[in-house]
C-alpha cells in the first residue's frame, strides 16, 4: 500500500486536468505518475483494468477511478477556495453531466471529423455551439463565472474540455460571436493554478524515483 495517494495522469486529458486541479487546489502531498496511454503500466492496470486515466490510489486501499470522484475526495480533504458550493449542487451536476455527456461525445467528433464520417466538422462544431457552449457564452455574461463570481467545481471541471474546444480551430473560436465564454476560458487556463497543473513530467517507470506532485 502505498504511503501517499499515488495519482496516475496523462497531462492533456481533461479528465486527468480536472482532477489535478483539485488534487493542486486543495494542496493534497502526492506522487504523480505520468502516462503513456498506448503503453499503461502494468502497475496501473492491476489496480485499475479499465485502464483510464485519472485514477488515484489511496494509502488506505481505496482506489478512485473516476475524475469527478477525485475532485470530490480533493476537495473533502480541504477546499481552500470554496468550490463546492451546496445551493448550486443540483446545477453543477447538470451542467457537468451535459459537458462529460453529449458534449464530450461531439468534441471527439469535432477533434477528429475522419473517424466519424457521417457528418463534417463543421456539423459537429455546430452542433456543439447549439448544445453547449452559447449557454456557458450566456451564462458568464451575467456572472464572471459559471455559478457565481468566484470559480466553483462547475467551473474547474469543464474548462479543461472548453479548453480542448478552443484548440480544435484556434482562429475560429478567437472570433466568434463567444467573447464572455473566450475571457472566462483564458482567465482559467492562464491561472498560477491551471498552469502549475499543466507542468511536464517524463512517462513513469517502475523504479522511478517518486515525483512530488
Ligand atoms: N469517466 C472517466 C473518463 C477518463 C478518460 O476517458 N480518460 C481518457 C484519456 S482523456 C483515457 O484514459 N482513455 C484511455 C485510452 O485512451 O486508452 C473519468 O472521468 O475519469
Known amino acids: 500500500m502505498p504511503q501517499q495517494p499515488i495519482l496516475y495522469s496523462f497531462r492533456r486529458c481533461p479528465y486527468a ?10 494542496q493534497v502531498p502526492l506522487e504523480l505518475r505520468e502516462v503513456v496511454l498506448r503503453h499503461k503500466p502494468q502497475a496501473l492496470l492491476a489496480i485499475s483494468p479499465k485502464g483510464t486515466v485519472p485514477v488515484l490510489q489511496l494509502p488506505d486501499g481505496r482506489v478512485l477511478e473516476q475524475s469527478l470522484d477525485i475532485m470530490d475526495w480533493a476537495l473533502q480533504q480541504a477546499d481552500p477556495e470554496g468550490w463546492q458550493i451546496d445551493r448550486a449542487a443540483p446545477l453543477t451536476r447538470d451542467l457537468i453531466d451535459r459537458n462529460d455527456g453529449p458534449f464530450k461525445a461531439l468534441l471527439d467528433r469535432y477533434k477528429y471529423p475522419e473517424r466519424h464520417p457521417e ?9 456543439a455551439v447549439e448544445l453547449c457552449i452559447r449557454d456557458l457564452n450566456q451564462r458568464l455574461t451575467e456572472t464572471p463565472c459559471l455559478l457565481g463570481d468566484l470559480p466553483s467545481l462547475a467551473d474547474m471541471a469543464i474548462a479543461p474540455f472548453i479548453r480542448q474546444f478552443a484548440q480544435v480551430d484556434a482562429d475560429w473560436f478567437a472570433s466568434a460571436p463567444f467573447p464572455a465564454l473566450r475571457i472566462w476560458l483564458n482567465q482559467r487556463v492562464e491561472s498560477p493554478l491551471f498552469q502549475s497543473v499543466m507542468a511536464k513530467y517524463p512517462a513513469w517507470q517502475p523504479g522511478d524515483a517518486p515525483t512530488a506532485f
Open 17 to 26: 486536468i480536472r482532477a489535478r486541479l483539485a488534487l493542486k487546489c486543495a
Open 119 to 127: 457528418q463534417t466538422f463543421f456539423d459537429y462544431r455546430d452542433q
